[in-house]
């Protein structure tokens, strides 16, 4: 079974940048759509960004023009990189592999 370990969290004020990661164990990371939802307090689950094995990229539309999902199929890893932060991107932030995996989380709290 696939572990998916998210790393990259923090604290950031309003405006501010974070980098996520995701490091994935297991075989055949290429040809898996990779994802970033998040769960933020009293709401529902969402989806941030997906990248397919080939690259093709969607985006929330809270989200387009900010955040960039990118994949490094030599390293099993994906990222997602977020900028100017606003508090409303407060949540935990969980990667996805598929439609059956999903990381245990990481907060991003952004705050001044």
């Known amino acids: 079974q696939v572990q998916l370990v998210e790393s990259g969290g923090g604290l950031v004020q309003p405006g501010g940048s974070l980098r996520l990661s995701c490091a994935a164990s297991?075989?055949?990371?290429?040809?898996?759509?990779m994802g970033w939802y998040r769960q933020a307090p009293g709401k529902q689950r969402e989806l941030v960004a997906s990248?397919?094995?080939?690259?093709?990229?969607i985006y929330a539309v809270s989200v387009k023009g900010r955040f960039t999902i990118s994949r490094d199929n030599a390293k099993n890893t994906v990222y997602l990189q977020m900028n100017s932060l606003k508090p409303e991107d407060t949540a935990v932030y969980i990667c996805?592999?598929?439609?059956?995996?999903w990381g245990q989380g990481t907060q991003v709290t952004v705050s001044s």
């Open positions: 297991g075989s055949f990371f290429s040809i898996y759509t």
């Open positions: 990248i397919t094995g080939g690259g093709n990229t």
């Open positions: 996805t592999q598929g439609t059956k995996s």
